[in-house]
């Protein structure tokens, strides 16, 4: 490259750069320019010849590499053989000094005696962490640097070919890793044993210490409360057992808790004997003694009990039956009360202590009847003298019950009585409410209200007012209906008070009846006042509205020019469209006219504002279409003299570019020339139109101004003068330079094309045959030339012939000089072809050997070089960047080498051709086998080299990403030791394999909490997020690791060993940092979580602190600037609203705090209890400023207010003394719009006044401080508001009419003027004398149609004035009548002349247009003649296509034509009728489309059948070359010999072979129909092609043959190899499926019923895969008999396979029968254990319902308790069948011999036992209670008999007495 100036290049000069570049080859390299650089700089330049010379380069850059190869490359393996010695004795000392060490080290490390004491043991522990950080990391280093030299000795090895590199026994990197991998056991082990010892010594130490402080406070503590309870003692009352009851408790509570500490205290004995203590003598002494104690303390406190329990027992009856009689009495004296309550309220509250004290009376009866029952049965303690202690217990319980009975009836007559006063006293109160609510409404719904009101807003109020109240009523309805019937009930209920009752609601009914109809007249009223304002308010409205139109019409009137026309019209348009909108509105306000009450006080004044209002827009509206018409005219003119001025411009420059344009000489020039000249003729047209715009619009304007009509005519003649020239111009410089042109393209052609071919001749005649490669290749690239350039040159000749003719047509003087020219040229091209059909045989003879010769040497060249640098091939690289680089060049040779073999190929096929037995055939041989030998030897070193290269490189890939992880992981280890040290947390690290330098032990420190700030958090938080994704990243990397370690692995790399090592390592510290950095997160989520509290918290408290010093601050300020003060409060509040989202937020985050750490709770509460408490103060300061700013604001706005009212009603009195009377239009305009405007001011500010009233009323409400003299300011401006309206009135009434009478004259003289205006236009008579010239006459006396239409309505509208005018009796009257007159007989004038000139020039239209018509016809019909006439012949099918589509297009176009025709002769036969108009012209224009037409219709026939002949022919080629195209295709993939090595691969080939074949023959066979039939109708129609035809359907039909052909061989081929592949896939998948089947039958049978059954199921699905598996089986076992039958071959492979398949078979089915009986049995088994259990639980209930009976003790309870014990009988007997169907499943299975008959036949024998014993108890208990009941029986007798026996006693006492 260096021999080359890159800087004198070109990429626009290519010719030169190619010759630059041969030149250079040539003196530089010696190769010789074989190729011109005018034949490479083509398109296409010849491939040979490219080829050829490009060959040359690499056989003369080969020889230049060949130098000192050699002899470089031996100096450079002898140095690297010597640096490789060297490296093998360094790596034998250092391995041998390792090996030592860690001998020497793990001896040290297995001793593993201790001391038996705390202190010695942690200054063994202290020597071990020396050796671990000072000792041990420099061998870790040293024997990483072994590794990586073993390494290097390897590489550098095998990079030179040599043996691999064998240390000496026992120094191999793997012993090396073993010892190793020995001593960091040791060290493990040794760390443990000392961390253990420690421990240990630690752990007893502590139990010791804490043994003998428990047991010295245990020893104080019972001996004190021994000595408390011995000195305790309590008398009978209650209040000394009650202290003797609470010391009891105390003492049991204290003594129970402290058994748990007796407890411990024996656990930490127990623990120091175990862990052979060596103090433990004492410490079983203490134990002693604390147990002893312990022991007299619980009988003291057991004996103390049992006094207490008697005594309490006593006083609680006692207690009881005495609360109880209180009770009683207080109830008792509560209901025989006479209050039963006088209001209503009064007797609520009497019945609800009622209900209460009802509720605890029935309450009260349970607990009553009970307590009186244990009082009864309890037995009180006896005194010393054998009595009771306390009587007070018996007279209770007879006293209680007859008192209980008197309260439950007092109770029911106290219930009666108080509903019943309840009622009525409801019904009074609820007739008084309704009488109270009625009035009040009755009041407010007076009428007097509404008198004074006449301002919209206060009626709309009072109708939403009244509606409301309406409904009120409406509501209270029901209510009203209720309290009626309510007090109809009572009165038949109640005597006493029935006349007032009725009286009540007399008085109801009356007065509702008198609101309803007070409400009905009031709603009335209000709809028609609602009416009214409605109707004054939008005619305010309307009013202001006209008279702001109105004044905006004068607006512009003087500054009216064409720069502001636009701007103004399109202001106008806008106020046009607001008119007509107000039309709408003021058609409504009549509509609400008549709604009106004509009652009431306002219907006058609305009548006359109407009236009013529709005047004021009539003339509105007169004066906006006035202006809108004028406007408009205005603007047309202004933009048609600028439209003129512009295209006038542009035809001069034109004129002037043109005329300066002269006759060329060359043909560059002239083509040049013509081109502008193009592009002014594009420009013409494109400014043709713009031209006929513009004198349209000249035309139409001068129809709608003639005042302005001689500028525009003017402007229009000179505009057309100087188009008409600008196109003579034109066309007369055009056709000259045309001709011209077309004579200089010819000769420059001719001459052209002989300096070409006489070009490609040169040297044709030199040549002669010779073995010369680089003349016959300058012969091959001259012919190649001359051939592919023939076409194009008789082509370029038959095109200049034809020029030739078209030049004789229009040239003829220049004709022979043409001539001239086209003999010499014939001459030359003759002469050419000649001489090169001679010369391409001589070429043919020399091209082949001559290429096979470069082909061998080019790669023999190439395949020499290339094993040199093979075989010495040294690289010795240590790094992974140089192995990278080295095994990418090596794929490039490989790739290289895969390209080259082509040419191989390509050499070996085609050399044989060419051995003889002469010399230069048999060196050809003897080199092409040189060649053959060369390539063997040279891919079997790429192999060998790849494989080197690889291995190399996936070793050094992964020692770079073990390194990469280790340093991820040390740093990750450094953060966890700083986190865990700054959050206080300790982590047992035994297990924790970290790297050697790396102190484990620095992250032990106190357990204390987090002192850091929040952003120290975050920020170790943020670190702790990265340094978690680094572990996710991490492990990723470790995965990858493993993975090329496997890889490298299953190539048996020599450093196996020390991969897996690595790759164990560095997963399991990954997986134990993963943990580490989870713990590190929840501490750090912790910590941040309670600092953030706090940090919003104090931020919360500041911003309330700063609000509050706000909302402190003074109110009295200057008034200024009070909005701008009440503004800030207001944004004040609204930022306090908004905090309180923040103030929430924060107690959130507090109680989610409390809720996740409850040890914050109490700091949490406080700080949250703070900011609750500044926030209230805030709020309450913040209301009391609120206040104090909008008391200000309102007084001083109201004050503002009414000094500008004051100031607006000085200025309109000014105004309205000011104005004057009107002496003309303009001035009476001005006055009444100004008096208007003033009017509608007052009405507006009437809303201002009422909103005074309503500020000052609500000021007197509040009180505030300058009421008064605000209301004196709003009484005083009220006043002088009222006195303004009446003048503006009165004055305004005066202009209004004024202004009428000087608008009528005004208006009919503009009238007249325009009439005389258009009646000189009517009276012209031009028709015109084209189209042209008739539509634009028709379009300006349409214009003046139209103008006439409008002013009809004007015209109407003056006289309509001007009558009214008369009738109102002006002093103009008879003036006004005769102005009248004379307008109505010009307007009649008008409307005849106008009619007349209409129908004159319709009838020129119609002539004129159908002339026109006639035109455009016959320039269609020649136009489309034309295109028929030629003869065109398309060159393929698809110009064919268009061809035909194009003419389809044309004939049906012309066809329908005929139409068009015969729509002129029916306009030209109606116009005949009507008048005589252009009628000659007519009928011989109409002829001569007939004639022409027909003769086009025979054209397009002609035309037709050529191109329909012509597109068959190619639609049946293309046809053809499509299906031979096809068949080839298919061909491809038919003949394919690729089948599939696998099952998957020939399914999917056989699938997609079937579906190939099927779409194939389809498809072909519709492709062959299609082709042979076109092909048929073809030579049947006679085509000019039939024999081509013919042929080209012959050759297709049998290449469709062979086809199918090859598609049947292939099937076949296919079928075969898949049934074979098949069979062995399906076999060795059943093989492995029994034998999986058998494997997964377990041995377990279950270890519970549930379990077994789960199992037994299972087994069944087992099973039915088997059946499943059977029809498998036998399915392969016929596959295997037919493939031995169909294929021998495959017999003995057949017979084995099937018979391994037999044997599983059968081994499956015995071993699955076996495993399912042992289930069933094994079921049967549970489930009878699981029948005796539930029979046992039975009974055990039985058991427990019997002896949980409750003890007799009166006859009624013995015989209830003997009811239950027959239920019990009864159970007992239903179950006896269970137990039967028990025994008899346990016997049927003894029976069958189960293989646990022994225990089934136990259990049975437990559950007979069991059975017979419950019904043994049974009947004795049974027996124990009848004897009872007979007892119980007797005594009951024995107590009736001793009372019967007491009565007759008494009774006979009372007798003797008696007598």
Same mark, same amino acid.
């Given at each position: ?347 609520? +509250?009497?019945?609800?202590?009622? $209900? =209460? /004290?009802? *509720?605890? !009376?029935?309450?009260?009866? &349970?607990?009553?009847? @009970? ?100 409904? +009120?009523?409406?509501?209270?309805? $029901? =209510? /009203?209906? *209720?309290? !009626?019937?309510?007090?109809? &009930?009572?009165?038949? @209920? ?112 609305? !009548? ?7 005047? @004021? ?1243």
């Amino acid at each position: 490259p260096d021999v080359i100036n890159y800087e004198q290049l070109s990429a626009d000069r290519p010719l030169e750069n190619l010759q630059q570049a041969f030149t250079v080859a040539d003196e530089c390299f010696g190769i010789a320019p074989l190729l011109d650089a005018e034949d490479v700089c083509v398109d296409s330049p010849d491939e040979k010849s490219i080829m050829t010379y490009v060959a040359s380069y690499y056989q003369s850059f080969s020889k230049l590499k060949a130098g000192n190869v050699v002899e470089r490359r031996i100096g450079k393996v002898m140095n690297d053989i010597m640096d490789i010695e060297k490296l093998m004795q360094e790596y034998d000392v250092l391995a041998s000094d390792l090996l030592k060490w860690i001998r020497i080290t793990i001896a040290n490390l297995s001793e593993k005696e201790f001391e038996n004491n705390l202190d010695g043991v942690q200054r063994q522990l202290a020597e071990f962490k020396r050796y671990r950080t000072v000792d041990k990391p420099p061998r870790y280093t040293e024997k990483g640097n072994l590794e990586e030299k073993f390494f290097t000795i390897q590489s550098k090895l095998r990079s030179n070919n040599r043996k691999a590199f064998i240390p000496k026994e026992g120094k191999i990197i793997s012993d090396i890793n073993k010892n190793w991998e020995r001593l960091e056991s040791a060290e493990h082990d040794h760390e443990q044993a000392i961390r253990q010892e420690i421990l240990r010594q630690e752990r007893l130490e502590r139990l010791a210490d804490k043994f003998m402080k428990k047991a010295d406070m245990r020893t104080q503590w019972l001996t004190d409360n021994i000595r408390l309870i011995d000195n305790d003692i309590f008398n009978d009352s209650w209040s000394s057992v009650a202290a003797a009851l609470k010391k009891q408790e105390a003492f049991e509570a204290d003594v129970y808790e402290y058994q748990k500490r007796i407890d411990a205290m024996e656990d930490l004995v127990q623990q120091l004997s175990i862990g052979n203590y060596h103090a433990l003598g004492p410490i079983q002494i203490k134990r002693q003694n604390v147990i002893s104690l312990w022991n007299e303390l619980l009988d003291l406190i057991k004996n103390r009990k049992g006094k207490l329990d008697q005594h309490v027992e006593l006083h609680d009856h006692v207690q009881e039956l005495g609360d109880f009689a209180d009770w009683s009495h207080d109830v008792k004296n509560a209901l025989e009360s006479e209050d039963y309550g006088t209001e209503l309220h009064d007797v609520e +509250e009497l019945i609800q202590k009622n $209900t =209460i /004290l009802e *509720n605890e !009376i029935l309450a009260q009866e &349970e607990p009553l009847t @009970k307590a009186v029952a244990e009082a009864k049965s309890f037995e009180p303690p006896l005194n010393d003298d054998g009595i009771p202690i306390n009587d007070e217990l018996s007279r209770g319980i007879s006293s209680l019950p007859h008192l209980y009975n008197q309260i439950l009836e007092l109770l029911y007559v106290r219930k009666i009585r108080l509903q019943d006063s309840r009622q009525l006293l409801q019904f009074y109160q609820n007739v008084d409410d309704e009488l109270d609510w009625m009035k009040e409404k009755e009041l407010s719904l007076s009428l007097s209200d509404l008198s004074k009101t006449n301002d919209y807003s206060v009626v709309f109020h009072k109708l939403h007012s009244h509606q409301a109240l309406e409904a +009120e009523v409406n509501n209270h309805e $029901t =209510i /009203l209906t *209720n309290i !009626i019937d309510s007090g109809k &009930e009572l009165s038949s @209920k109640k005597d006493y008070a029935a006349d007032v009752i009725l009286g009540k609601i007399e008085e109801l009914e009356n007065t509702w009846d008198d609101l309803c109809d007070i409400i009905s007249q009031r709603k009335d009223r209000i709809a028609e006042m609602m009416s009214m304002q409605q109707f004054l308010s939008e005619a305010d409205y309307l009013e202001g509205q006209i008279s702001l139109h109105t004044g905006l019409l004068s607006h512009d009137q003087n500054r009216i020019d064409e720069v502001t026309i636009d701007s103004i019209l399109k202001r106008h348009t806008n106020l046009q469209l607001e008119v007509d909108n107000c039309k709408d509105q003021v058609q409504l306000l009549d509509d609400m006219s008549n709604d009106l009450n004509p009652n009431d006080q306002l219907f006058e004044i609305a !009548i006359d504002r109407k009236t009013i209002i529709w005047e @004021k827009f009539e003339v509105l509206v007169g004066e906006v279409n006035h202006r809108h018409d004028r406007l408009i005219g205005l603007q047309a003119l202004f933009r048609y003299l600028s439209e003129v001025e512009i295209v006038s411009s542009w035809i001069r420059d034109k004129q002037a570019v043109i005329s300066s344009f002269e006759a060329p000489t060359d043909l560059t020039e002239a083509e040049m020339i013509l081109q502008r000249f193009k592009g002014f003729e594009r420009d013409i047209v494109a400014y043709q139109d713009r031209y006929n715009n513009v004198i349209l619009t000249g035309n139409e304007l001068i129809d709608q101004n003639p005042d302005n009509s001689d500028g525009i005519v003017n402007a229009q003649n000179k505009l057309t003068d100087e188009w008409i020239q600008l196109l003579l111009l034109n066309d007369q410089k055009k056709d000259q330079l045309a001709m011209l042109l077309i004579l200089l393209q010819l000769l420059y052609e001719i001459d052209e094309v002989k300096n070409w071919i006489a070009s490609k001749g040169a040297g044709l005649n030199s040549f002669a045959y010779t073995i010369d490669p680089t003349a016959v290749l300058q012969m091959q690239r001259q012919l190649n030339a001359i051939e592919r350039e023939a076409p194009a040159i008789e082509e370029r000749i038959n095109d200049l012939e034809v020029k030739r003719d078209d030049i004789a047509e229009d040239q003829p003087d220049k004709l022979e000089l043409v001539n001239e020219k086209l003999d010499s040229l014939y001459d030359v091209w003759d002469d050419i072809q000649s001489l090169a059909h001679n010369q391409v045989s001589t070429v043919g003879k020399c091209s082949n050997v001559q290429k096979l010769i470069f082909d061998m040497e080019d790669l023999q060249e190439w395949l020499k070089f290339h094993l040199a640098q093979l075989n010495l091939g040294n690289d010795i690289l240590n790094t992974l960047p140089e192995i990278e680089k080295l095994l990418a060049d090596h794929n490039e040779l490989l790739e290289e080498f895969k390209n080259r073999k082509l040419v191989l190929d390509r050499i070996n096929e085609t050399a044989p051709m060419h051995f003889t037995d002469d010399t230069v055939g048999r060196d050809l041989k003897q080199r092409l086998d040189e060649i053959n030998r060369d390539w063997n030897d040279l891919g079997c070193l790429c192999n060998k080299r790849k494989a080197f290269l690889v291995q190399n490189q996936q070793y050094l890939m992964f020692q770079r990403d073990c390194k990469y992880i280790e340093g991820i992981l040390y740093k990750q280890d450094v953060f966890l030791a700083e986190a865990m040290t700054e959050l206080g947390m300790i982590h047992d690290d035994k297990s924790t394999n970290r790297p050697n330098n790396v102190d484990t032990q620095s992250v032990e420190s106190s357990n204390t909490e987090s002192q850091m700030s929040l952003p120290d958090l975050l920020e170790l938080a943020a670190r702790q997020k990265d340094y978690t994704r680094g572990i996710d990243s991490c492990i990723q990397k470790v995965a990858q690791v493993s993975q090329l370690a496997k890889f490298v692995l299953a190539d048996d790399h020599y450093t196996k060993s020390s991969l897996v090592e690595r790759t164990a390592t560095l997963s399991d510290r990954v997986e134990q940092n993963r943990v580490y950095f989870t713990e590190v997160a929840v501490g750090l989520d912790k910590a941040i979580a309670l600092q953030k509290f706090y940090q919003r918290g104090n931020e919360l408290i500041d911003w309330i602190n700063e609000k509050l010093s706000i909302a402190s601050g003074d109110t009295d300020v200057d008034p200024a600037y009070i909005s701008r003060l009440l503004q800030k409060h207001c944004t004040f509040e609204a930022e306090l609203v908004a905090t309180k989202n923040e103030l929430n937020a924060v107690n959130e985050l507090g109680e989610s705090l409390i809720h996740s750490q409850p040890d914050l709770q109490h700091q949490v509460d406080n700080h949250l209890t703070q900011i609750q408490d500044r926030w209230q103060m805030l709020m309450d300061a913040c209301c009391t400023r609120s206040k104090l700013l909008n008391d200000r604001y309102n007084e001083i706005q109201f004050i503002r207010v009414v000094d500008d009212l004051q100031a607006w009603m000085s200025t309109a009195e000014v105004a309205l003394a000011n104005t004057e009377g009107g002496k003309d239009l303009a001035s009476c305009n001005t006055s009444l719009a100004r008096l208007t405007s003033l009017e509608n001011d007052i009405t507006t500010r009437k809303g201002r006044f009422d909103q005074l009233d309503g500020q000052v009323q609500d000021f007197l409400q509040m009180d505030h401080h300058n009421a008064e003299d605000m209301q004196d300011l709003y009484e005083s401006a009220s006043q002088r508001y009222e006195a303004l309206k009446s003048p503006v009135r009165e004055q305004k009434r005066r202009m209004e009419a004024s202004r009428s009478m000087h608008q009528f004259f005004r208006d009919i003289d503009d009238e007249l003027s325009w009439i005389e205006d258009k009646l000189q236009q009517l009276q012209s008579e031009e028709i015109g004398n084209n189209l042209y010239e008739v539509h634009v006459l028709r379009n300006v006396h349409q214009n003046i149609q139209n103008e006439i239409n409008i002013h009809e309505q004007i015209l109407s509208d003056v006289n309509q004035c001007g009558n009214k005018l008369i009738a109102e009796g002006s002093p103009f009257s008879e003036e006004i009548h005769h102005k009248m007159d004379i307008l109505q007989d010009k307007w009649s004038e008008l409307r005849n002349l106008c009619h007349e000139r209409d129908v004159l020039l319709q009838q020129s239209c119609r002539a004129h247009k159908l002339l026109f018509d006639i035109e455009e016809v016959e320039g269609w019909i020649i136009e489309k003649a034309a295109i028929l006439v030629s003869k065109d012949k398309a060159k393929d099918q698809l110009r064919a296509m268009v061809m035909m589509k194009n003419h389809e297009i044309l004939e049906q176009s012309v066809k329908g034509y005929s139409h068009n025709i015969q729509v002129l002769h029916q306009m030209a036969q109606a116009i005949f009728n009507d008048s005589a108009i252009k009628r000659q012209e007519i009928t011989k224009a109409l002829d001569v489309v007939d004639d022409s037409y027909n003769s086009l219709l025979i054209l397009a026939t002609e035309r037709r059948n050529f191109i329909d002949q012509l597109l068959q022919f190619y639609r049946y080629n293309a046809e053809v070359d499509d299906m031979e195209q096809w068949i080839n295709e298919r061909e491809i993939f038919a003949k394919s010999e690729d089948c599939g090595s696998t099952l998957e691969q020939i399914l999917r080939i056989k699938e997609r072979f079937h579906s190939w074949v099927t779409v194939t023959k389809n498809t072909g066979l519709n492709k062959l129909q299609d082709v042979n039939l076109l092909a048929d109708q073809l030579i049947i129609t006679d085509h000019p092609e039939a024999a081509t035809i013919g042929d080209w359907k012959s050759g297709i039909n049998h290449l469709w043959e062979r086809l199918l052909e090859m598609i049947d061989n292939r099937m076949i081929v296919i079928e075969n190899i898949f049934f074979i592949r098949n069979h062995y896939v399906d076999s060795n998948d059943l093989l492995y499926r029994l034998k999986t089947k058998e494997q997964c039958l377990p041995d377990d049978l279950g270890n519970n019923f549930d379990s077994t059954e789960c199992l037994l199921h299972r087994h069944h699905l087992v099973l039915s895969d088997i059946l499943g598996i059977e029809t498998e089986y036998n399915t392969v076992k016929e596959s295997a008999a037919r493939m031995m039958e169909d294929y021998p071959d495959e017999n003995e492979a057949v017979d084995e396979l099937q018979s391994k398949i037999t044997d599983a078979w059968e081994l499956l089915l015995d071993k699955s029968q076996w495993r399912k009986a042992q289930l069933q049995q094994t079921l049967d088994l549970f489930k009878l254990l699981l029948w005796v259990e539930n029979h046992v639980l039975w009974i055990n209930d039985m058991y427990e319902d019997i002896n949980n009976l409750e003890e007799p003790s009166n006859a009624q309870m013995c015989a209830k308790a003997i009811s239950c014990m027959e239920v019990i009988k009864e159970e007992i007997e239903g179950c006896t069948v269970k137990f039967g169907q028990t025994t008899e499943f346990g016997n049927t299975l003894i029976d069958q011999h189960h293989y646990a008959e022994k225990e089934i036949a136990s259990k049975l024998k437990v559950l007979q036992q069991v059975q017979d014993d419950l019904k043994s108890d049974w009947e004795l208990h049974y027996h124990e209670l009848t004897l009872t009941l007979g007892v119980l029986n007797l005594e009951d007798d024995m107590s009736q008999g001793d009372k019967w026996l007491t009565g007759l006693e008494s009774n006979a006492i009372t007798d003797d007495n008696y007598k």
